[in-house]
């Protein structure tokens, strides 16, 4: 019996020997992982001082934008206390800023000018003419310029410009009152040219003024004219009688007879200059 309690005394040393062991072993694990946590909240403190440093440093940074408008400020003001310009120098700036003006208006009126210049020249076959001399007053006067149309074929009543069948450097500018197919007769040193009537009227109907066909048009005409004009009936195809408005001044088909309509140019549609008469001609 001494034996077995002595035995069982020693099974319980050992067990409580390995027992403390066991909590020892414990303690100094807990003790360590309480030293590691410690030592990384250590090492975790110092994030707010730089976050204090960083803000810190932001309103420094913010703050420096301020003196730099004041410093950029200090400038303007000495930009308005510039001293007033001299009326020499006023004028001078005025007269820059007009030419600045003038060349922007030539710059942008200089396209629609050549396009312009294109279309009538190119496009519509036209081509300008200046007028010389009073045979066409009032409805043109000496030195309008105007443009004639070279596709156009004549009207009654329209203005032409056409070769004279008499030598000259230029051409003639006058009005067409005779067409082909206008019955003409004449009387001594009078034509008469009609181009309502379908036959000529008789001869002693000729004496008497009153008694001549509606729009029957009677003019004086020269020995050559009358010559010409006397062995017609009708004015021939491709023909024109012309007249100017200026009746007293101007030398037309009354003294060289009819226009041959291959010396025709065009017929006068436009008057561009001078600048206070433009406008379409009738």
Known sequence: MDEINERFRLLKRQLKRKFNNTKKTKSKNKKRKNSQSNSLAKKK????????????EDRTIKSRPKEELVRKSVPSNKRRKKKKLSKEEFEKRKKKKRKENIIEIIKFMFPIVIFAVFVFFFILNTSPHMVDGDSMKPTLLNGDR????????????????????????????????????????????DLFINHQAESLPKASELSAANEL??????????????????????????????????????????????????????????????????????
Not at 45 to 56: D, H, I, K, Q
Not at 149 to 158: L, M
Not at 227 to 250: A, C, E, T, W
Not at 259 to 278: K, L, N, T
């Open 146 to 189: 105007v443009i004639v149309r070279r596709t156009k074929e004549p009207k009654r009543y329209e203005v032409i410009t056409f070769k004279p069948p008499v030598k000259s450097e230029f051409q003639y500018v006058k009005r067409i009152i005779g067409m082909p197919g206008d019955l003409v007769w004449t009387e001594g040193n």
């Open 213 to 282: 066909p509606d729009g029957t048009i009677k003019i004086n005409v020269s020995e050559e004219s009358l010559d010409q004009m006397s062995q017609l009936k009708k004015i021939p195809k491709g023909h024109y009688f012309v007249l100017g408005d200026n009746r007293n001044n101007s030398s037309d088909s009354r003294a060289f007879g009819l226009v041959d309509g291959q010396a025709i140019e065009g017929v006068v549609s436009f008057r561009f200059a001078p600048f206070d008469h433009i406008g379409w001609i009738k």
């Open 45 to 56: 403190r110092p994030e707010p001082r730089e976050r204090v440093s960083s803000v810190r």
